[in-house]
């Protein structure tokens, strides 16, 4: 069953992607009409807004952040670089790329942890990038794969639609801009305005770790078996991949259940509105901290 998505591609739709659903994304993080402003730093140059999503429980949130002293390429490699991802992201519990589509889309699985009492949730996704020459951009939504069911133990999420485009400062050496714009349902018991609350809350400190992160990981990557190997940049090192297949189509044409074995596996621990704030430090606490290789420790803020 497709899922509308009324923002490009739907859920649960598994195809290549056209400039218009590009362009979807595009119009979504520059065009602020309809959003409301939730956080501003104008010293660092972040913004985080919010809008209400007609059918939906779940606020789209857009963040925006300058990244001074990192290349738009960097950050590009460094969103892309699953690998590197488990070295800085703590919420990380799996990642697997399961096959590609073409040289510029694949279908990955993701799961990650989260404090109590909220339970872990992983997503399968469809994955497509696009340097065009003026922006580095990835998104995703979440599609169905025969092989990644629902799993015991994980709320089974999903991605209407994350993306991130990052672009060159123009008037800054080596600087760029980083706009990201996600509508992701974690599912499970949890009530919206937690989520609500939550999304907005712990973006700026998800860009601070992400700018650490850039930071290490040329050092990182030099360390590595092959530090060429950057398959978002090569089609050719993608198209050589003995470890992942290319897509079986009758693999993505199934219809998942919509709920798990149990309605145990869909339920979140009680959350008090009023211990919101500890929760969501606690939440915080979790964050990922950048560190490139054991024994580098994170930069100082």
């Known amino acids: 069953i497709l899922l509308l998505n009324r923002r490009g591609m739907e859920v649960g739709e598994v ?3 056209e400039n218009k659903d590009f362009q979807v994304l595009y119009d979504l993080a520059d065009n602020d009409d309809g959003w409301t402003q ?25 963040v925006r952040g300058l990244f001074p002293g990192i290349s738009a390429a960097l950050l590009y490699d460094v969103l892309h670089d699953s690998d590197y991802r488990t070295q800085w992201d703590s919420y990380v519990l799996e ?8 040289p510029m889309n694949d279908i990955c699985y993701y799961s990650m942890r989260l404090q109590p009492p909220l ?6 996704l469809q994955r497509s990038w ?45 600087a760029c801009r980083l706009t990201y714009v996600a509508h992701s349902d974690p599912k499970g018991s949890l009530p919206p305005w937690f989520i609500n609350a939550v999304g907005k809350s712990m973006a700026p400190k998800q860009l601070k770790v992400l700018q650490k992160a850039c930071r290490k990981y040329d050092k990182w990557k030099a360390k590595q ?13 993608l ?39 500890s929760l969501i430090q606690s939440q915080e606490d979790s964050a990922p901290i950048a560190t490139a290789s054991a024994g580098d420790s994170p930069d100082e803020d």
């Open 15 to 17: 195809r290549t992607p």
């Open 38 to 62: 939730a956080y501003v730093n104008n010293k660092k140059q972040i913004e985080v807004w919010s809008k209400s999503q007609p059918g939906s429980r779940i606020q789209m949130i857009k």
């Open 95 to 102: 990642t697997k790329d399961i096959c590609f589509i073409d």
């Open 119 to 124: 339970r872990n949730r992983d997503f399968v």
């Open 130 to 174: 696009l340097f065009d020459g003026e922006n580095y951009t990835i998104f995703n939504h979440s599609i169905n794969h025969a092989a990644y069911p629902p799993k015991k133990n994980l709320i089974r999420a999903v991605s209407y639609l994350t993306g991130f485009i990052v672009r060159p400062v123009k008037d800054q050496e080596a």
């Open 225 to 237: 078996p092959n530090p060429a190997w950057k398959p978002w940049l090569d089609p050719e090192q």
């Open 239 to 277: 198209m050589m991949r003995t470890d992942v297949p290319r897509i079986n189509w009758q693999d993505v044409l199934v219809d998942m259940p919509s709920h798990h074995a149990s309605a145990e596996d869909l339920t979140d621990g009680v959350i008090d509105p009023d211990k919101l704030d």
